[in-house]
């Protein structure tokens, strides 16, 4: 199935068109920017707590000039079947490997935000030769980083930094996800380390935040640096944790210049970390 979607705020004047598969009793709802014969390695961006792949709007045109980008629904979030359990980092990096599967895409680029962070570590530790380039941006960090209770309190912080644009957004889609599964989401994400897991993955990775992200602090985000000393770094200025909302287009550059460097380099700057 698929629809297209009007797209009023798209500088790139690519349009997103919307789409569905089914992997067993699962209905995967994700939506797609550029061409999918593109020559580019294709970049698939996964959203975080609460939210849904309308989350992306903003950014996905603007890095579908040269490659196919594929944003997902998460199985409990968006129009994408709803489970009966709450599912953790590796449930649904479990599902993130099925959707693609069910697309016989080839190995991707993976984005993540804030929880979709961990989900695509995750997806890159369990399924290595999925994935090429990594990029975690705004990326919480399981148990060594903050219990749900501080966590929320921050996403609320949070909501007096963003766009006021956004905020209508979020509040659609957490009350079709409910409060259960968003809840219980957050909690299940703590018990993961996510630390640990990043500490196990050789591949490129860039990590980036926004200089005024609330939700997750930068000496969380040194952690995850800590844990994979080759990674790249980038902060965006004026951007707080929903940067690519806020700042799709220097979010855009930061990806693409980490995209273009030659593998070579990459692995030159790993072999010296």
Not at 34 to 49: K, Q
Not at 159 to 165: C, G, Q
Not at 198 to 227: C, M, Y
Request: proline residues 7%; charged residues 20%.
């Amino acid at each position: 199935n698929e629809r297209k979607c009007d797209m009023p705020h798209d500088p790139a004047h690519i349009a997103i068109s919307r789409h569905w598969v089914m992997s067993g009793a699962t209905r995967y709802h994700y939506r797609i920017a550029g061409s999918p014969d593109a020559r580019e390695i294709p970049l698939v961006l996964v959203h975080g707590l609460g939210v849904s792949s309308a989350y992306w709007e903003r950014l996905q045109p603007l890095l579908a000039r040269g490659r196919c980008v594929y944003a997902l629904d998460l199985p409990g979030f968006g129009h994408t079947t709803r489970p009966r359990a709450v599912l953790n980092t590796v449930a649904l990096a479990r599902a993130l490997d099925d959707w693609m599967t069910a697309l016989h895409l080839p190995p991707a680029h993976l984005l993540g935000h804030s929880l979709g962070g961990p989900v695509v570590a995750e997806c890159a530790r369990a399924h290595p030769d999925r994935v090429r380039r990594l990029i975690l941006v705004g990326s919480t960090v399981g148990t060594r980083g903050a219990r749900a209770p501080r966590q929320l309190l921050r996403l609320l912080g949070d909501a007096a930094r963003e766009s006021p644009s956004l905020l209508p957004h979020i509040f659609r889609d957490y009350l079709r996800a409910g409060p259960r599964r968003v809840l219980g989401t957050d909690m299940t994400a703590d018990d993961d380390d996510t630390v640990a897991t990043i500490a196990r993955l050789s591949l490129p990775l860039l990590v980036a935040r926004g200089s005024r992200d609330n939700v997750v602090p930068l000496t969380e985000t040194r952690q995850a640096l800590k844990a994979a000393p080759h990674a790249l770094f980038i902060e965006v200025a004026d951007a707080a944790h929903a940067v690519h909302w806020s700042r799709p287009e220097a979010l855009a550059a930061v990806v693409e210049d980490f995209l273009a460097i030659p593998g070579e380099r990459l692995c030159a700057a790993r072999a010296g970390a």
